[in-house]
């Protein structure tokens, strides 16, 4: 019987970086970014690519990641969001505020 492991390449892991969500390599760009860009924000592969000059490889194993990890990316990206909601409740932003009439 033989065994078949999903291979990513470009796609890393590392505990000291973003938290140990995965990115890829060698870069700050991780698969959570890759998937809003895409399936959130609606930028093509080639949007993305060129946009943070990636290849085309790097984008489509991000997304490959992402389609495979769907559960787990998305929880991340509502925790984030979260994260963020609460912050801006607790921390008045020092911005004037617009007049509402």
Request: aromatic share 6%; proline share 4%; charged share 20%.
């Amino acid at each position: 019987m033989t065994t078949s492991t999903t291979v990513y390449n470009h796609i890393v892991s590392t505990p000291d970086v973003f938290d140990g969500k995965p990115r890829l390599a060698g870069r700050r760009i991780s698969v959570q970014n890759i998937a809003v860009w895409h399936e959130r924000m609606g930028l093509s592969v080639d949007e993305i690519a060129t946009t943070y000059d990636l290849t085309l490889g790097e984008v489509y194993a991000a997304l490959a990641y992402y389609h495979d990890h769907r559960l787990e990316v998305d929880a991340t990206i509502q925790a984030d969001a979260d994260t963020v909601a609460a912050l801006k409740q607790r921390i008045a932003s020092r911005l004037p505020q617009p007049h509402r009439v």
